[in-house]
T-cell receptor
């Protein structure tokens, strides 16, 4: 059974701080890793994806992947109240459906 | 941009009714998926399809069926709706391999 684990939160950070969201996965054959943001009552929207070990930056977001340790993280710099949402980690092992974690709820306090 | 369109944003049906949820994608994607999402349970895969007329069961297929007669359209069918099928239903598509999935806006279905 392929699993993706996330801390459910809530993770509370003050406005302007760095939010760090973590995810571990069980399948060593996983090839691609995705972070989705989901606002309450809305559908998930893709914000980052990463395929290779190391860091990938996109604006205020940085995804970090460590395949040896089987974890992937998302850093949000200069957190804003509009970043308050649930963040879903998803993992793909080739041509199989994505396996999603249950999400971490982030609350950015103004 | 990929566009995944679900036919209804909100839907209210009665127990025992046959319910159809429609999903259309405009990017010629091979793969399409139906999920339901409930508080505390995360996204759960109901059915998926890798090609026209092809379907595979996901984690919770009981009480549901699907139809994929055309590549762009993937329908979820509740054969005889029950109150425990009240949920948010999400459709997604992806091209192939390790590409990201794109979601529709979701259908919030209430079974009374």
């Amino acid at each position: 059974q392929k699993e993706v684990e996330q801390n459910s939160g809530p993770l509370s950070v003050p406005e302007g701080a760095i939010a760090s969201l973590n995810c571990t996965y069980s399948d060593r054959g996983s090839q691609s890793f995705f972070w989705y943001r989901q606002y309450s009552g809305k559908s998930p929207e893709l914000i980052m994806f990463i395929y290779s070990n190391g860091d990938k930056e996109d604006g205020r977001f940085t995804a970090q992947l460590n395949k040896a340790s089987q974890y992937v993280s998302l850093l949000i710099r200069d957190s804003q109240p509009s970043d308050s949402a649930t963040y879903l980690c998803a993992v793909n092992s080739g041509n199989t459906p994505l396996v999603f974690g249950k999400g971490t709820r982030l609350s950015v306090i103004a | 941009d990929v566009k995944v369109t679900q036919s209804s944003r909100y839907l209210v049906k009665r127990t025992g009714e046959k319910v159809f949820l429609e999903c259309v994608q405009d990017m010629d994607h091979e793969n399409m998926f139906w999920y339901r999402q409930d508080p505390g349970l995360g996204l759960r895969l109901i059915y998926f399809s890798y090609d026209v007329k092809m379907k595979e069961k996901g984690d919770i297929p009981e009480g549901y069926s699907v139809s994929r007669e055309k590549k762009e359209r993937f329908s979820l069918i509740l054969e005889s709706a029950s109150t425990n099928q009240t949920s948010m239903y999400l459709c997604a598509s992806l091209s192939s391999g390790v590409q990201p999935q794109h979601f529709g806006d979701g259908t919030r279905l209430s079974i009374l």
